[in-house]
């Protein structure tokens, strides 16, 4: 059974920090591709970050650039997400993906909700 559970999300100030987690389990982690989306009330889900299965090739949107950083640990079956410099803009939940090819991706998390705001 293919699971992918996110975790490390939660209300921040501007200007403040979060990693958010996502631990897999239920397919061989190594060899997939890894993501992360996000979908703010009223918008689209978009592409935040990603990265291929050996890790060599990363993706960021433009919004994120320079403030957000993904990152996978195999032997953990996780990929994370790293968030500085955080904007009220980036609120939204975010969701963490896994598929065999980048940027198709087959398996999704549930989520979980970032807040940032004073």
């Known amino acids: 059974q293919v699971q992918l559970v996110e975790s490390g999300g939660g209300l921040v100030q501007p200007g403040g920090s979060l990693r958010l987690s996502c631990a897999a389990s239920g397919f061989t982690f190594s060899s997939y591709a890894v993501t992360w989306y996000r979908q703010a009330p009223g918008k689209e889900r978009g592409l935040v970050a990603d990265?291929?299965?050996?890790?060599?090739?990363?993706g960021y949107a433009n919004s994120v650039k320079g403030r957000f950083t993904i990152s996978r640990d195999n032997a953990k079956n996780t990929v994370y997400l790293q968030m500085n410099s955080l904007k009220p803009e980036d609120t939204a939940m975010y969701y963490c993906?896994?598929?065999?090819?980048?940027?198709?991706?087959?398996?999704w998390g549930q989520g979980t909700q970032v807040t940032v705001s004073s």
């Open positions: 990265m291929t299965s050996t890790g060599s090739t990363t």
């Open positions: 993906g896994a598929g065999r090819v980048w940027r198709k991706y087959d398996y």
